[in-house]
């Protein structure tokens, strides 16, 4: 398969793939993000999810792919650093603040960086029509978390809290974004990188969620948070492994903005299938994320 995905990049069916891949990813991770917000502890749910994660990808590491060569080595051990790190923000913002804050910023934060990066590191130019588009993209969303603000009540210092942790979140999901868009390419094979990737990255936070379970007074049942885990992991292959790839096919700045759309996805899923309200504004303020998305993806 990696032999195949090698062939496609660069062409237009790689571009056209490499579309549908980002939009898949971005549907993903608005089911993932949820996820590690929902019933558990953030903490415990982001460890349940590493320790399935490590356990699926194990196998596939070990057995199917070839193993990393010295070059690969350092390059999985820079992810490991860079996703912990965007992990420990994740769950110190969803631990402050609520879900349909803190996931906006994060997502809203990330593409201008991204964007400038991948220009810089990737030689990829967009047209003043695409960064129209992405200011759009990215303006709707940090509205709609201002809109979402607006119905929550919190704390206001747990809500300061939060907006800093969610900005440092959209700060590495720009730098790793671009991080592992080079290590992808870096490869012999993008499947090799990515079975890796998911195995090493893996295994910090399940023994940060052990020891937090282990002090805990009232500890939750470790059957349904080991099911969040299993489902999360496998949602996780999907959002990551389709950017990463998307990434590897065609620009990584328009992967990455496409991906962001996930705020919209996270939107129709609470008003399709968990019944929340979601009302004129929050329906206009997606139609503009979407709009960004479009101009991006055929402004070039």
Request: hydrophobic share 60%.
């Amino acid at each position: 398969m990696g032999e195949w995905f090698a062939s496609l990049a660069g062409t237009a069916a790689g571009a056209q793939l490499a579309t549908l891949l980002a939009l898949t990813s971005a549907i993903a991770h608005a089911v993932f993000g949820a996820l590690q917000k929902g019933a558990h502890d953030p903490w415990l749910s982001r460890g349940s999810i590493d320790a399935s994660l490590a356990l699926i990808s194990a196998p596939v590491a070990l057995f199917l792919v070839p193993w990393p060569d010295a070059t690969m080595w350092a390059i999985l051990a820079g992810a490991l650093v860079i996703h912990f790190v965007y992990k420990l923000a994740m769950a110190l913002a969803y631990e402050r603040a609520a879900y349909s804050f803190v996931y906006p910023v994060v997502r809203g934060s990330g593409p201008v960086v991204t964007v400038a990066a991948a220009s810089i590191i990737f030689h990829e130019h967009f047209t003043l029509v695409q960064w129209g588009g992405v200011a759009l993209l990215s303006g709707g969303i940090l509205m709609l978390a201002i809109r979402n603000l607006s119905e929550v009540s919190l704390d206001p210092r747990a809500m300061r809290m939060g907006l800093v942790f969610a900005l440092w979140g959209g700060v590495m999901v720009a730098i790793y974004t671009t991080y592992d868009a080079w290590g992808i390419r870096s490869g012999a094979s993008p499947m090799t990188f990515l079975a890796w990737f998911f195995f090493i990255t893996a295994l910090d936070f399940p023994f940060i969620a052990a020891f937090r379970y282990r002090r805990m007074a009232a500890p939750p049942r470790l059957p349904p948070l080991a099911l969040r885990g299993l489902i999360g992991a496998f949602i996780a292959w999907i959002s990551f492994g389709g950017v990463m790839l998307a990434t590897y096919l065609d620009k990584v700045g328009e992967a990455a903005v496409l991906r962001e759309t996930s705020t919209v996805f996270a939107g129709l899923i609470g008003w399709f299938i968990l019944g929340e309200g979601v009302g004129p504004r929050r329906l206009f303020l997606m139609a503009v994320i979407a709009a960004g998305a479009v101009i991006v993806e055929f402004g070039g």
